[in-house]
């Protein structure tokens, strides 16, 4: 059973920053294409930043080109995403997950299970 845990998030004003961590504790990322998701009050979630196996490539979502930074540190199978000049619509609870790849070698916005952690909170306001 895969389990993941995010955490990082909290309340930060817009312009500040934050890191998130996510552990897999039953599933080796080693592998793996990871991939950061977000999901906002009344949206559906959506894809932010995911990062191909042994850090071949990146991708991110066009709002959060430049500001978000995604990496990952197999040895300690944990996947993590520094967050800065945040925005209010970076407001929403994080998540990650494995996801596919496309015959181009990298990585896509598609989960490859539909497994999902507590995920960890975040609220950008002043």
């Known amino acids: 059973q895969l389990h993941f845990v995010e955490s990082g998030g909290g309340l930060v004003q817009p312009g500040g920053s934050l890191k998130l961590s996510c552990v897999a504790s039953?599933?080796?990322?080693?592998?793996?294409?990871m991939a950061w998701f977000r999901q906002a009050p009344g949206k559906e979630r959506e894809g932010v930043s995911c990062i191909y196996s042994r850090s071949a490539s990146t991708n991110y979502k066009d709002s959060v080109k430049g500001r978000f930074t995604i990496s990952r540190d197999d040895a300690k199978n944990t996947v993590y995403l520094q967050m800065d000049n945040l925005k209010p619509e970076d407001t929403g609870t994080y998540y990650c997950a494995p996801v596919f790849s496309s015959p181009q070698a990298t990585c896509l916005f598609k989960p490859v299970y539909d497994t999902w952690g507590q995920g960890t909170q975040v609220t950008v306001s002043s």
């Open positions: 039953t599933f080796g990322i080693f592998h793996n294409h």
